[in-house]
């Protein structure tokens, strides 16, 4: 055996280098084995590398769909607000954010009737109104209630209560009384009866009728569920005379 005098150890025999005719001949080897393969075998094996490609294609294609997902979650709003019509026995079509004119009509009324209506006298449920309905309506129309309702004190005309409700017949002619302005704005036209007493005794009973300017106004529904807002008058509200 032979040793290298350095470190007294055997020496390693030096690799042999394949030649091309070698590797020549080993690759025809492979491919005299892959041809006598069976066809059947053949035929499988490119069956499941044809598989695997396709498992492959679908993971991408899942991991893809997944971001987008995410993506869209993340974009999409917290809440979506649909209203449904007061009648549904012949169908309808609702879209989120739509507001009805019916809903408009009546969630008007609604804010009208109680904001104008003094349960105890006008001289505390005025003030207590504006302080309570303050997010349903704009800041510029509460600003004029205010001055009008301190016309009326210094007339003498607070020290009283009153009542509200809607004139019959109202909520019977919708597309009649809501009328779109833009996408965002309205004019509701109002029909009131208004009863007014002082110690117990009627002293006015007369119908208005409010062309009320309506916008939406989506804030923080904890103040405002409704999504609306008054913001004045469309034109100067008029006495309507019973013929």
Request: glycine share 4%.
């Amino acid at each position: 055996m032979l040793t290298n005098k350095n470190n007294n150890k055997p020496a390693s025999r030096p690799k042999q280098k394949q030649t091309k005719s070698q590797k020549k001949d080993i690759n025809r080897d492979l491919s005299d084995v892959k041809a006598a393969l069976p066809k059947r075998m053949k035929a499988k094996s490119k069956e499941v590398a044809d598989h695997v490609v396709t498992l492959r294609v679908i993971c991408v294609a899942l991991v893809l769909a997944l971001i987008l997902s995410i993506y869209s979650n993340s974009r999409a709003p917290d809440n979506i607000w649909v209203r449904y019509t007061p009648n549904l026995n012949s169908g309808g079509v609702v879209r989120a954010g739509e507001i009805p004119n019916s809903s408009l009509l009546t969630d008007t009324a609604y804010l009208w009737v109680a904001f104008s209506t003094w349960k105890e006298n006008g001289e505390k449920d005025t003030s207590d109104n504006l302080w309570r309905y303050q997010h349903f309506f704009s800041p510029e129309f509460m600003r004029s209630q205010e001055q009008e309702y301190n016309h009326l004190r210094t007339a003498g005309h607070l020290n009283r209560t009153r009542e509200v409700s809607l004139a019959p017949g109202m909520l019977s002619s919708i597309n009649d009384r809501v009328i779109q302005k833009s996408r965002d704005s309205w004019v509701v036209y109002l029909d009131a009866t208004i009863v007014e007493r002082y110690l117990g005794e009627e002293v006015k009973n007369t119908t208005i009728r409010y062309p009320l300017r309506v916008e939406r106004h989506e804030t923080n529904p904890e103040f405002n569920p409704l999504g609306i807002r008054i913001v004045g008058y469309d034109s100067t509200p008029r006495r309507i005379v019973e013929k």
